[in-house]
């Protein structure tokens, strides 16, 4: 399977003093402002920068959803926020990392297969594989509601009987995990 996505920009005047305008075949973004001010200073707009980093959020926690899903296990809730750096090197400017910070509520998984799953989806990630620069991750989940009895060994047995169905992988990942470059 093959898709497309097409997107448009029209950009009138030199760098500082010039602006431009972004049009996404779907229409989400329709003739929207971008400049100089609204990626370096404030400014009304986006930018390509913010563009990347919702990208990447939303492409994390669509991958997150299908590996959690995969185990058996039904998010409620995935939040992400992707923060990218953009520094001046001498090279020129360019975007240095991405920190993604992921909350999720997941009935029943245990934070240590939460974080499996989020390193998964980080590494399978579409838009994370494009970009070549360092991506780093802390993930957690939402305090789970308390159970009693019978709800509670029910839901251990479940994850140990999915958590043992997992290949093995490195030892010693912790929740806050920094990434080398991504690759293609």
């Known amino acids: 399977m093959v898709t497309n996505r097409k997107a448009s920009v029209v950009w009138k005047g030199n760098l500082r003093e010039g602006a431009g305008r972004m049009t996404t075949e779907s229409g989400v973004l329709s003739d929207t402002q971008y400049s100089f001010r609204t ?4 400014g009304i707009g986006t930018n390509p920068d913010e563009l990347i980093a919702a990208s990447l959020a939303g492409c994390f926690s669509m ?3 299908n590996e959690l899903g995969l185990a058996g296990f039904h998010p409620q809730r995935i939040e992400t926020t992707a923060n990218a750096t953009l520094e001046d090197s001498a090279a020129g400017w360019m975007v240095t990392r991405i920190q993604l910070d992921v909350q999720a509520n ?15 989806a980080k590494t399978r990630c579409p838009i994370g594989r494009l970009l070549n620069t360092n991506i780093s991750m802390t993930a957690r989940l939402d305090p789970a509601p308390q159970k009693t009895g019978l709800q509670a060994k029910r839901s251990l047995s479940r994850v140990l009987k999915q958590t ?8 010693g990942r912790a929740a806050s995990v920094k990434s080398k470059k991504a690759k293609l």
Do not use: G, H, N, W
């Not at 990626?39 to 404030?42: L, N």
């Not at 997941?106 to 998964?120: M, R, T, Y």
């Not at 043992?164 to 030892?171: D, G, V, Y």
């Open 39 to 42: 990626r370096f200073a404030e």
């Open 106 to 120: 997941v009935p029943d998984v245990s934070q240590l297969f939460f974080v499996e799953a989020a390193l998964a």
């Open 164 to 171: 043992t169905q997992i290949p093995a992988r490195k030892s």
């Open 63 to 65: 991958a997150l959803s």
